[in-house]
């Protein structure tokens, strides 16, 4: 039996309804709403949570609690997840992660993260490394150090005054005599002692003479904080700048450093070119 | 640790210690420390004995022994309130300052070390989670991603507040998350600051000690302690209070490392906000002390740190009502919180040197033996940025301006009596905090084996911030002559001992006291010389403060003990002092002319420099407004050296 005798077969009334256009464009669209419907429900976003997002979770909340989670307690856990999920996705719909101070410093963070430290910076070659050293050689520069004596005369000295028993002692070294000190708190022989030290130490005076002062002999009165000095230098290392290969490592530490810096502040710039930045009057 | 001045803080921080301590109960048991507990007290000298003698000196050795200057008191980005106070320089930067060099301060601004390099400094971040806030800002790692720590960072000071509110409270309540106790998170700063201070170490010009700060701190009573290694031999890790809040396993895991050769003392500090806890004449438990605890104490507490920022633990005025200048920054309130101390005895070191005497009497142990140190407790990785003249607080981002830190009227006003100048609660309690302390030893050289067995031997004195020297001997043979002596060092010596040491008493004998100080040349001049005495008569503790060498030839009145005024003044519209008062040094050798040879005592010198400018009164010159009227507008900068104690013929 074709379709044909079928439909011949039908009563009168609805055999002529079948043939009206309306009924026609109804079924149409009834077919389209329906299909549509059924389009739509496959085309709804999707939460998925899998086996190991719920594995996680009931680590984590083994760890705070020291005992496995029971089944509701988990599917409470997986809800809850489930719900967060869907309002931020909403929030995010509704543009409410806009101008949010939070969001936007995590946002400024992540990225900033991301681009720091990214590209590894290439071992320089020991040619590379010696230019540098070059360049930046001052600042490993040592300061003077020495190795003195002293003979110190206090301020406090209840005895006379003491520039001028310094100057009697000073006197006194020229027939070869050693000058006798009042005694003092800070050491009066040094074997090893930087200028920095004595600048900090004795003042400005005291530091001056001791890198300018004639080797193994007697020389002064001197002013410190403290009272006056004859000082005798018994030996003197310039203030230098060692050599490379002295340095080699901090001198490999600090270009690294730079060129790390220069790396992460170049990322910034070319983020920077990518906008036009207007910043308004600061108001008074 | 610093708690912010929420508050809703201190409630919170009641309840964070109850959680150390109950976490003590589950960590402390079954580890090392119970074993040690049953096997107690190698005895006190074979720790010190084991100070080094390389057969090769460093540079600068010198037998009659040098002082040195440092800071052993120091927090870096590792400490979690320094995160969170924005402080993001390493142990590393920390070296570099002390060095010399400059650095970031979290208000944006560079700051560096006014007088000069220091000697030797320690690193001491916070052991309690460690590392572990610099991990939590690092996007995705593990810690980034829990609740807890989401919008921790913010650069606003009241965000800062809410959040460190928010860690704190954590404590409280069951404590933070498990991922925090991540041990690569501790092992990774841990090797940090051991490779910053590998680093820096220069045996003979500058030395870095290893060290951190074990943060007790039951109901909000500070215990805080920084322990310091003799060596680059060092604990696998730090021993935090999140192991137990009780100092005791401290000292008994001490003893075990000690054990197997790695040697390490821990430095008590701001007694003052304990509330009388620090230094309580009983044990972390009530139960009353005995021998075995006093050795085990005086094994691994040998110094104490008592000058800070937060306020000077010599002592308080009402302990010491005869003491005019016992009155010196004072902090009267609990650790990171406005809570007020009630309790101020055993909160000071002088009233526990006073009970430890009368112990000694009473019981035949003393545990309050131990010598004086100061340190900054910076949170800036800023050592030694104690000076009035130059001081940026200590919270980062809490406390960088004057107004944050009350020196100045609020909101941009100009007058206190305006309305809007009122400082808040919070803001408040950094008033009270003085830019104070430094530490001073006498070693041989400046290398890591010598000045820490200066530690050892308490041949240490404290300085609220000046590098002034002093020096103080006790011998019952000194010559009457030998301050004339050019080798005075080395017949004090020779003849006596210095301070940190016991004089044991010899029969009709009189004991005399080398007393000596010198200004430092960047700081004011010296006014007067004291010895601060206590003794036990009839059982009871007794105190008293002697002037024993006065400034600008004046005369001191022996029946007062007092030098009369100097007269120098401070104009607190400019700072500037009074010229031509006061010593460069000060130097005499005094017999105490109350001296009774069967009573116990303890005798210990303070140097006190002209009066010069607080640091609020500097912040309010240079804002232009006038000093807040509740501060004192100067102080008196002063040296404490560690004790001599005299020990009765028996």
């Known amino acids: 039996m074709t379709f044909t005798d079928r439909f011949e077969r039908l009563p009168g009334p609805l055999k002529s309804g079948l043939r009206e256009p309306l009924t026609h464009f109804l079924l149409i669209g009834a077919l389209l709403f329906g299909g549509g419907l059924i389009f739509k429900a496959q085309q709804r976003p999707v939460i998925v949570v899998n086996t190991q997002d719920v594995a996680q979770m009931a680590e984590y909340w083994e760890l705070q609690s020291q005992r496995p989670p029971t089944r509701e307690e988990l599917t409470a856990m997986v809800r809850e997840r489930v719900d967060e999920e869907i309002l931020a996705r909403e929030a995010q719909r509704l543009g409410l992660d806009q101008d949010d101070l939070i969001i936007r410093r995590r946002l400024a963070q992540k990225m900033a993260f991301a681009g720091q430290d990214v590209a590894p910076i290439p071992e320089p070659s020991p040619r590379t490394l010696e230019s540098y050293y070059d360049r930046t050689r001052q600042t490993y520069a040592e300061p003077a150090h020495l190795t003195l004596r002293h003979a110190f005369f206090s301020v406090e000295r209840t005895e006379g005054d003491p520039r001028l028993a310094a100057e009697a002692a000073l006197a006194t070294t020229r027939s070869g005599q050693t000058p006798v000190s009042d005694p003092f708190m800070l050491a009066l022989t040094y074997a090893d002692v930087s200028a920095i030290e004595l600048l900090r130490d004795y003042g400005p005076e005291f530091a001056q003479l001791a890198e300018k002062a004639p080797l193994g002999t007697w020389v002064g009165p001197v002013a410190s904080p403290f009272g006056w000095h004859v000082v005798r230098i018994e030996s003197r290392r310039p203030a230098r700048i060692p050599p490379f290969n002295d340095v080699k490592s901090e001198v490999r530490d600090a270009y690294m450093a730079e060129q790390r810096q220069a790396a992460n502040a170049g990322f910034m710039a070319k983020l920077r070119k990518r906008y036009r930045i207007e910043v308004a009057e600061a108001p008074a | ?650």
């Open chain 2, 1 to 650: 640790m610093r708690l912010m001045g929420h508050p809703a803080t201190w409630g919170a921080i009641a309840l964070t210690t109850s959680l150390f301590a109950s976490t003590a109960l589950i960590a402390a048991a079954p580890t090392a420390p119970a074993k040690a507990a049953a096997k107690p007290a190698v005895s006190a000298p074979a720790a010190s004995a084991k100070a080094a003698t390389s057969p090769a000196h460093a540079p600068g050795y010198n037998t009659e022994r040098n002082a040195y200057f440092g800071d052993l008191h120091v927090h870096t980005k590792l400490s979690f309130d320094a995160y969170i106070f924005n402080v993001r320089a390493s142990p590393d930067d920390a070296y570099r300052f002390a060095k010399g060099e400059g650095i970031g301060h979290p208000g944006g601004y560079n700051i560096r070390l006014t007088g000069g390099p220091l000697d030797f400094v320690a690193v001491t971040d916070h052991a309690e989670y460690i590392g572990s806030m610099e991990e939590a800002n690092r996007p995705n790692s593990v810690l980034s991603r829990l609740p807890i720590t989401q919008g921790l960072f913010s650069t606003d000071p009241k965000e800062i507040g809410a959040a460190f509110t928010r860690i704190v409270t954590a404590f409280a309540f069951g404590g933070l998350p498990p991922e925090f106790q991540d041990k690569s998170i501790q092992s990774r700063a841990w090797k940090e600051i051991q490779d910053a201070a590998a680093k820096h170490n220069d045996p003979g010009r500058f030395t870095a000690l290893v060290g951190y700060e074990y943060t007790s701190a039951p109901d909000g009573r500070n215990m805080h302690r920084n322990v310091i290694f003799r060596t680059s031999k060092v604990s696998e890790l730090p021993y935090s209070a999140v192991q137990s809040a009780n100092p005791e396993d401290l000292w008994r895991t001490m003893d075990v490392w000690r054990k197997g050769g790695v040697e390490s003392l821990a430095i008590p500090h701001n007694m003052n906000g304990s509330d009388g806890m620090m230094f309580q004449t009983t044990k972390f438990d009530g139960t009353p002390m005995d021998k075995a605890y006093a050795d085990m104490r005086r094994r691994n507490e040998p110094i104490a740190e008592m000058t800070q920022i937060k306020g000077t633990s010599d002592t308080h005025p009402s302990l010491s009502p005869n003491d005019e200048w016992a009155n010196f920054e004072i902090m009267e309130s609990y650790i990171g919180s406005t809570r007020a101390v009630t309790k101020f005895s055993g909160g000071y070191v002088r009233q526990a040197l006073k009970d430890g005497l009368v112990m000694q009497e009473t019981k035949g142990f003393n545990p309050f033996k131990f010598g004086f140190i100061g340190s900054s407790d910076t949170h800036l990785a800023a050592p030694g940025l104690v000076d009035d003249r130059d001081y940026h607080g200590k919270v980062g981002r809490v406390d960088s301006t004057p107004a944050q830190r009350g020196s100045v009227p609020n909101n941009g006003a100009k007058s206190w009596d305006d309305p809007n100048a009122a400082v808040g609660a919070n803001n408040a309690r950094f008033q009270s905090w003085g830019a104070s302390g430094l530490a001073g030893v006498w070693a041989e050289e400046n290398t890591r084996e010598a000045i820490y067995s200066a530690l050892r031997r308490r041949e240490t004195f404290a300085t609220s911030g000046p590098r002034m020297r002093v020096r103080f001997f006790a011998s019952h043979d000194y010559a009457s002559d030998i301050l004339k002596d050019r080798n005075v060092v080395s017949q004090a010596y020779a003849k006596g001992v210095p301070m940190g040491s016991d004089l044991l008493g010899v029969k009709g004998k009189t004991p005399k006291f080398i007393v000596w100080g010198v200004r430092d040349p960047n700081s004011g001049y010296l006014q007067r010389a004291q010895v601060v005495k206590g003794w036990v008569e009839n059982g009871v503790a007794k105190e008293k403060v002697f002037d024993v060498a006065c400034s600008d030839g004046l005369a001191l009145d022996k029946t007062t003990s007092r030098c009369p005024d100097n007269g120098a003044t401070v104009n607190t519209a400019t700072c500037e002092t009074s010229r031509f008062k006061g010593d460069a040094e000060m130097r005499t050798l005094w017999t105490d002319p109350e001296f009774n040879p069967r009573q116990r005592a303890f005798y210990y010198v303070r140097i006190l420099e002209n009066p010069s400018c607080r640091w609020s009164t500097w912040d309010a010159i240079r804002n232009g407004t006038p000093p807040a009227p509740n501060l004192p507008k100067t102080i008196v900068e002063r040296a404490w050296s560690s004790p001599i104690w005299y020990e009765p013929k028996a």
